[in-house]
């Protein structure tokens, strides 16, 4: 059994950074191992405080990944919330968890750094424990199912690695009455899908507010693409196409042939990024409005989604229970 895992956190509608940094490879695994993929709800409970948003969230989540073509049948498909052992088991890694690791982790880092730019004297100012207890959580998702490989965005690469290392750290204490399975990260490695850009060059993130929606109906998606950011060289002047995220988003989604054609053009001079953007805006409808029909189906249906994640999580819960009961059982709790 080899086994494919990873998760989105529902703290926003999904975006086309979500899509080729985790959904379409996922999705490709799907094909050569057993795929378990899970929406991450109580990740998202760090920063998602509206409990109808929660759930809006939730569900768009789910709708996006049936959407995309995740098949129910062949792929385990539940929220993280519905398997207790999850939440069992990481108490007992946050007991083999260094401290200092946490320390290092990026997100919780970057909210030091935040508060020491803000000339904060309390730099954990606004940190909850549960950013801070992030990484082990996480640590949990993937070592519960025995994941072997784990499709992420690079953003997401170190809390892989530091599965790796918790898992490191219980199988040399615990190691000759039950090892947990060590995974490996897949990243995507070169191209757009390494890091997608966002509507203002940043990696496009929903903490940043720079997303593009995947399912936003047109004229929302045309809104937001006339929101980024571009340089003020004159239509006729020459332009740098890597200088703004339109061409580069059009480089990932756009008409190989319409791409080389544009870039030629925008380096000649005499093209505006306005034309770039409406082409932008074509490639996307193209690409998505198929998916977005059964997305909007999806999150109009009533208790579809619900009994679907339910039944997954009956699943799920078929290989979480018994790497727990070891776990127990190796560590004298039983
Ligand atoms: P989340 O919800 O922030 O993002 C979901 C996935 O999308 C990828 N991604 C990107 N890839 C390329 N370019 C971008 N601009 C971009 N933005 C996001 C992310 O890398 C991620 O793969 N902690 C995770 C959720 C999680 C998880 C897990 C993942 C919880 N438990 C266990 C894997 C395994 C997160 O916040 O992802």
């Known amino acids: 059994r080899k086994v494919s895992l990873t998760g989105i956190k529902p703290t926003g509608e999904p975006h086309l950074g979500n899509y080729v940094g985790a959904i379409l490879p996922a999705l490709d695994l799907a094909d050569s191992y057993e795929s378990m993929y899970f929406i991450a709800d109580y990740h998202a409970l760090t920063t998602v405080r509206d409990p109808a948003l929660m759930r809006h969230y939730t569900r768009s989540v789910a709708a996006t990944w049936l959407a995309a073509g995740l098949d129910p049948d062949r792929t385990t498909f539940y929220r993280q919330s519905d398997i207790p052992e999850i939440f069992e088991l990481s108490w007992v890694l946050s007991c083999m968890s260094a401290k200092g690791l946490m320390n290092r982790a990026h997100a919780y880092k970057a ?12 730099l954990d100012a606004g940190v909850n424990m549960g950013l801070f207890n992030y990484p082990v959580l996480m ?8 994941a072997d490989v ?13 599965a790796a290392d918790i898992a490191g750290s219980f199988n040399s204490i615990y190691g000759d009455r039950y090892k947990l ?12 899908a390494h890091t997608l850009p966002g509507t203002d060059g940043r990696k496009m993130s929903k903490s940043y507010g720079n997303t593009i929606p995947l399912f936003a109906p047109e004229a929302a998606l045309k809104k937001v693409i006339r929101r980024i950011t571009t340089d003020s060289v004159p239509v006729e002047a020459p332009k740098e196409p890597e200088s703004s995220s339109v061409f580069t988003l059009l480089e990932r989604f756009g008409d190989p042939a319409v791409v080389a054609e544009t870039r030629a053009r925008l380096l000649a001079g005499g093209m505006g990024w306005g034309e770039v953007k409406a082409q ?9 409005a198929p998916m ?25 819960r078929k290989q979480t229970r018994p790497v727990l009961e070891r776990v127990r059982d190796a560590i004298g709790i039983s």
């Open 139 to 146: 640590a949990v998702d993937i070592l519960i199912v025995e």
């Open 150 to 162: 784990v499709p992420v965005g690079r953003d997401q690469l170190q809390h892989v690695e530091y």
């Open 181 to 192: 399975k060590i995974p490996k990260p897949v990243v995507p490695e070169e191209g757009t």
């Open 292 to 316: 977005r029909d059964r997305y909007e189906t999806l999150m109009a249906s009533g208790s579809e989604l619900d009994d679907l994640l339910a039944h997954g999580a009956d699943k799920a």
């Open 111 to 122: 909210a030091r750094d935040r508060n020491r730019e803000a000339g904060r004297e309390d």
């Open 280 to 288: 932008l805006t074509e490639a996307l409808n193209e690409r998505f």
